[in-house]
């Protein structure tokens, strides 16, 4: 009833200001808390399709899970994280934005045709082999693309398939792995060869396919040699000098022209008769052989008769054909092939343990020097005949500055990291609720009943003294028989004089104060 007739003692102006007062503060107090109790968000899902995203927030909805969206992340409380998870998980959310064979379980034969099937199955065949596919190392994004051609029934011949990938990768895919990408397409895919199967990175090219060099650009495998005799070299030096105490530098220089070279040999030696050939011929031939005289021209006698000869001669020729041992050497070469290697060995010099100071420490560290050059060119394989060069240097490493190693933060600290926003939002309330009790409330409630009922009753008679006063014939309380009421009336008709009155109250209190 105190707190009541306190109330009722102020002024509307006061009355509203107290009541905005007290609201204002419950409202700030009603902030603070829900900050200072809000359970964490933690990170749900991120980077979701968005009709997946959707069908998370549609569960999250039903569920009745708080949530929060930042950008393509959904947020939840930290405390039912993993519980919400395991429950939308046994929904099969998020659902893969890739579909497979899923695809054909809502075909219904009696409402499909049969183009509207095989349009459906190839696209479930396509969804499966992107599956697999991403799951290559290296391989961020994937697509694939099967040119299955439909037999129509008048045909003849099968049209052969065809297929085509397009992945995007970290880094460019070795030719293995473009190898098997083909197989794995080709193998999924009835009557299609691999070699016709084509598999594109946008940012490295096509890495295989038809009509594609099946040899390795020229700077690829100068690349993948250099850094794999490098590795070889360091692995085998560290064994020795320990982590950080060498360092290798590989060049390899490669050829970049196809060249063809066709050489053929015979050997003389190696004659075999392949076959012979005999001819033998006999020639005849009559005729006057003998001399010109005078009977020889008579037409009769001993002259002519005289005069007749025969000759014959004989010829043979052999003709022999040889076979000969022929070596016939075809050689052809691809671009890639390694022309040259040069290596670069930088070896610590303290962490041989030599003695600088030594009489003979020149021959130590020639004699380790050749030591490690005959272990790198062997390990290396590489070969004189062909300009491979080798450069083996010891030299004392320059020390690297210390790093001043960041401790890790205490239990301390990870409390206040954590909670400090909370604990500012708690303090500030308790200021605020420090505030409302001792600047607002204590006043009201700290002033005692009798006290508040003895104060009107001798503003009353002061009033009413200072009315009789002015007004000599006036009855002070012919109005009212309450005191009270006839000083809130008295006041409100009089307020310059109830104000005067005041003011000499507080200055006659403030002359007593003073001379105490």
Known sequence: MGFIANLRALGLQRQIMLGVAVLGVLAAMTFLVR???????????????????????????????????????????????????????????????????????DVNGFSVTSEMYNAAYWRAKEGELTRTILNTPGVESARVHIGANLRSGFSRSQPAPTASVTLSS??????????????????????????????????????????????????????????????????????????????????????RERTVVSDVRFDPESRVVRSRTTNDSNETNQGGAGGLTVASNLPQGDGAAGGAGESSSRSSTETIAYELNETRTQTERMPGQIERVSIAVLLNQEALGIDLTAANAAEQIEQVRQNFEALVQNAAGLEAERGDTLTVELMPFQALPEVEMTPAPGLVERLIEQH?????????????????????????????????????????????????????????????????????????????????????????????????
């Open 35 to 105: 900050g200072t109790f809000q359970q964490p968000k933690s990170l749900l899902y991120a980077g979701l399709d968005p009709v997946r995203a959707g069908e998370v927030i549609t569960e999250l909805d039903s569920l009745g899970v708080n949530y929060e969206i930042r950008g393509e992340a959904i947020f939840i409380d930290s405390n039912v994280r993993d519980k919400t998870r395991f429950a939308l998980a046994r929904d099969g959310l998020p659902r893969q934005s890739i579909q497979g064979y899923e695809l054909l379980d």
């Open 170 to 255: 970290v880094r460019r895919l070795s030719k293995g792995q473009a190898e098997a990408i083909q197989y794995l397409v080709a193998l999924a895919v009835a009557g299609l060869n691999p070699e016709d199967v084509a598999v594109i990175d946008p940012r490295h090219g096509i890495l295989a396919g038809p009509n594609v060099d099946t040899v390795e650009a020229p700077s690829i495998v100068a690349e993948d040699e250099a850094a794999s005799l490098e590795q070889k070299i360091k692995r085998l030096l560290f064994a020795r000098l320990g982590e950080g105490n060498a360092e290798v530098s590989v060049s390899v220089d490669v050829s």
């Open 420 to 516: 400090m926003w909370s604990a500012v939002q708690a303090a500030f309330l308790g200021l605020i609720v420090l505030a409302l009790g001792f600047g607002v409330m204590r006043p009201v409630f700290s002033r005692p009943p009798a006290a508040a009922s003895a104060a009107p009753d001798s503003v009353a008679g002061a009033v009413a003294a200072g009315a009789a006063a002015d007004n000599p014939d006036t009855d002070l309380f012919e109005s009212s028989s309450d005191p009270i009421d006839y000083l809130k009336d008295f006041t409100r008709d009089h307020e310059e004089q109830t104000a005067a009155l005041l003011q000499d109250w507080l200055r006659e209190d403030r002359k007593v104060a003073a001379n105490e």
